[in-house]
């Protein structure tokens, strides 16, 4: 089983539709939560961490997170075309020790017009 | 402008070379790490560091080295030792103790033939 999985996709959403990205976790003593972009060819860029459980807001994204059930998912709302890009889900594992991060491979997001 | 930069962004070397990619970083951060992808697969860590003159390995440490002789600056060497050296290299740092958020630089495109 992998530590972090995320379902490969492409996930094809129409703009303006909410894209509901999900991610599990097999570390039941993982304590923070981490959500990158990464656009072909670049590097990937945090756009949302959280560490509790419930539910963390920033304009149009909200990470989710249930440790009970080893999730964490996050929600665009109101797609762009912009938005189309890979989402990698990395998880700090108890295990890793210090601030090592495990990532998943990554969900392919397409937002078409 | 703070920031993490990689240089050079694409790189090019024989079999049998040594290489060594550049990662400074002017964020004041303790930690740096090292991460390579390969098309379709998640980050694996190479190489961090929490403080100078301290690294660990990480998932894939064979062949390739590193120094932190001072606290803005992370080498990676990759040796003639390492297999299947083409990939996308990444480097990402954080502060340290209580902040676990890792921020990303450029990357550095490495193909050896």
């Known amino acids: 089983q992998k530590e972090v999985e995320q379902n490969s996709g492409p996930l094809s959403v129409p703009e303006g539709a909410i894209a509901s990205l999900n991610c599990t976790y097999s570390d039941r003593g993982s304590q923070s939560f981490f959500w990158y972009r990464q656009y072909s060819g670049k590097s990937p860029e945090l756009i949302m961490f959280i560490y509790s459980n419930g539910d963390k807001e920033d304009g149009r994204f909200t990470a989710q997170l249930n440790k009970a059930s080893q999730y964490v998912s996050l929600l665009i709302r109101d797609s762009q075309p912009s938005d189309s890009a890979t989402y990698l889900c990395a998880v700090n594992t108890a295990a890793g020790g210090g601030n090592k991060l495990t990532f998943g491979t990554g969900t392919q997001l397409k937002v078409e017009l | 402008d703070g920031g993490i930069t990689q240089s050079p962004k694409y790189l090019f070397r024989k079999e049998g070379q040594n290489v060594t990619l550049s990662c400074e970083q002017n964020?004041?951060?303790?930690?740096m790490y090292w991460y390579r992808q390969d098309p379709g697969q998640g980050l694996r860590l190479i190489y961090y560091s929490q403080i100078v003159n301290d690294f660990q390995k990480g998932d894939i440490a064979e062949g390739y080295s590193v120094s932190r002789e001072k606290k803005e600056s992370f080498p990676l060497t990759v040796t003639s030792a390492q297999k299947n050296p083409t990939a996308f290299y990444l480097c990402?740092?954080?502060?340290?103790?209580?902040?676990?958020?890792?921020?990303f630089g450029p990357g550095t495109r490495l193909t050896v033939t």
């Open positions: 964020l004041n951060h303790d930690a």
């Open positions: 990402a740092s954080t502060a340290g103790a209580g902040g676990n958020e890792q921020y």
